[in-house]
C-alpha cells in the first residue's frame, strides 16, 4: 500500500493484485452479512437494465439475502429504479437517487442529442418537460403512453423523439410491479420528486469529488478513463486533478496512472478468490475502460453479442465463461448449464458445481436440479 511522496514513482500494481483489490470492493472474495441497501450503497448503484440482474448481482455477494428483501425495498420507496451510469437503468437507495441523478443531469441530456439533435429541432423543451412533468405525475406512463400524449401538444413529431426527450430532461423512475422479484409489469415512469416525495439537489464539485471517491472505493484502483467510463460523464481529468491531494497512486502493467481512495483495501494477490454465477450487465465488468483485471482480451468479445451481454462465471476471481438456466420437464427440473471459455480443472469443476448448486437453490427453490458444466467430461 505504497503511498506516493515527494518525487518517487508511484508503485506497480499486477494485474492479479487489481483483480483481488477489485473483488474484494465489490463483495466477491467473500460473501458480507451487509444489508441489501448498505450493499446497494457501497456498490453506487447495481445495474437494473434487466429486472433480475440486481437480484443475482446481490446474491453473489450477499450472505443470507433474499430476494424478497430487496423487492421490499423497492415497494416501500427505500430504493428506485433510473437511469444513471452511462444513462442506463440502476436500482439505488433512495438517497443515492436524490444525489447522484443531478450529478449525471448533463450526461442525460448529451445522449439525447446525440441521438435526436435533427428529430427535437424546434421542439421547446422547456414546455415539453413541464407538460411531460404534469402527465407522469397524474399517474405513471410507460414511454408508449407519454409519446402518445405528448403528440397531442406536438403533432407534427414522433413519439419516440418525444417520450426520450422527456427521459433527458427530467428524473424519472422506473414503478413497481416493474422490477419486484417473480412478478411482472410494464416499465411504467413518474417522477423523482412524485415517487419520494422529495426533489434532487443541485449538482455541485463536491458532489461530484464525493461520487468519484465512493467509485474508487467500490471499482479502484482506477484510471481517470475508467471512472468516465463507468459513470459515462467526460472532462474528469480536471476534477480528479483537484482531488489529488488526497488520493494515492499507482502504476498498472501498462504504466498507467491508477487513483485510489487512501483507505482502499489491497488484498494479497494470491489470495483464492471463490467460483461465482454473475448475471448479464453486472458492474462488475462494464465499470473500467481498461477490463483486463477481470476478463482476459481473448474472452471479452464472448460475453457479449450485438448489445446482450452474457451472464458469466469468475473462476480464480476471472470471467470463465457463460453459463444459463434452462427448464426441462415442463419446469420440473431447473438446468444450470455451465459453458466454460477453456476447460476447468477437477478442483475448479467442484467449485463450479458446488456455487451452481447454490445459484439453482436460490434462482428456482421448487424444481430439482442439475449442473451440466460443458467440456469436463463429467
Request: net charge positive; glycine share 6%.
Amino acid at each position: 500500500m505504497t503511498k506516493r511522496t515527494g518525487t518517487a514513482a508511484p508503485a506497480a500494481l499486477t494485474t492479479r493484485a487489481l483483480n483481488r483489490a477489485f473483488l474484494d470492493r465489490q463483495l466477491l472474495l467473500r460473501r458480507t452479512r451487509m444489508s441489501p441497501a448498505d450493499a446497494v450503497e457501497h456498490l453506487v448503484g447495481v445495474h437494473a437494465q434487466v429486472p433480475k440482474v440486481p437480484y443475482y448481482a446481490l446474491h453473489a455477494r450477499l450472505a443470507g439475502f433474499r430476494p424478497e428483501e430487496l423487492s421490499d425495498l423497492l415497494a416501500s420507496r427505500r430504493t428506485a429504479r433510473i437511469a444513471l451510469h452511462r444513462s442506463t437503468l440502476h436500482l439505488v437507495t433512495a438517497r443515492d437517487c436524490l444525489a447522484l441523478r443531478p450529478l449525471l443531469q448533463e450526461l442525460q441530456e448529451r445522449r439525447f442529442r446525440g441521438s435526436f439533435r435533427k428529430r427535437a429541432e424546434g421542439v421547446d423543451l422547456v414546455r415539453l418537460a413541464e407538460v411531460s412533468r404534469a402527465l407522469v405525475e397524474e399517474r405513471p406512463l410507460t414511454f408508449s403512453e407519454l409519446g402518445t400524449a405528448l403528440a397531442e401538444h406536438w403533432p407534427d413529431r414522433d413519439r419516440l423523439t418525444l417520450s426520450m426527450a422527456a427521459r433527458a430532461l427530467l428524473p424519472l423512475v422506473q414503478v413497481p410491479p416493474r422490477g419486484l422479484w417473480g412478478q411482472g409489469g410494464l416499465a411504467r415512469h413518474t417522477t423523482v420528486e412524485q415517487w419520494l416525495g422529495e426533489a434532487s439537489g443541485a449538482p455541485s464539485a463536491e458532489a461530484l469529488e464525493a461520487m468519484l471517491e465512493r467509485y474508487l472505493a467500490a471499482f479502484g484502483p482506477a484510471s481517470v478513463r475508467d471512472m468516465q467510463i463507468w459513470c459515462g460523464l467526460t472532462r474528469l481529468r480536471e476534477v480528479v486533478d483537484r482531488m489529488r491531494p488526497r488520493l494515492r497512486t499507482f502504476r498498472d502493467d501498462r504504466g498507467g496512472e491508477l487513483y485510489d481512495v487512501p483507505d482502499g483495501p489491497l488484498p494479497d494477490p494470491e489470495t483464492p478468490a471463490p467460483v461465482r454465477f454473475l448475471p448479464e450487465f453486472d458492474n462488475l465488468f462494464l465499470s473500467h475502460h481498461d477490463r483486463t483485471r477481470v476478463v482476459a482480451d481473448d474472452f471479452r468479445d464472448r460475453t457479449w453479442k450485438g448489445n446482450q451481454a452474457f451472464p458469466v462465471f469468475l473462476v480464480d476471481g476471472f470471467i470463465r465463461g457463460v453459463w444459463r438456466i434452462e427448464q426441462e420437464r415442463a419446469g420440473a427440473v431447473s438446468v444450470l448449464v455451465v459453458e466454460p471459455f477453456v476447460r476447468v480443472s477437477s478442483a475448479e469443476h467442484e467449485g463450479v458445481e458446488a456455487e451452481g448448486a447454490r445459484l439453482l437453490a436460490f434462482a428456482a427453490p421448487g424444481a430439482a436440479h442439475e449442473v451440466r458444466v460443458a467440456g469436463s467430461g463429467r
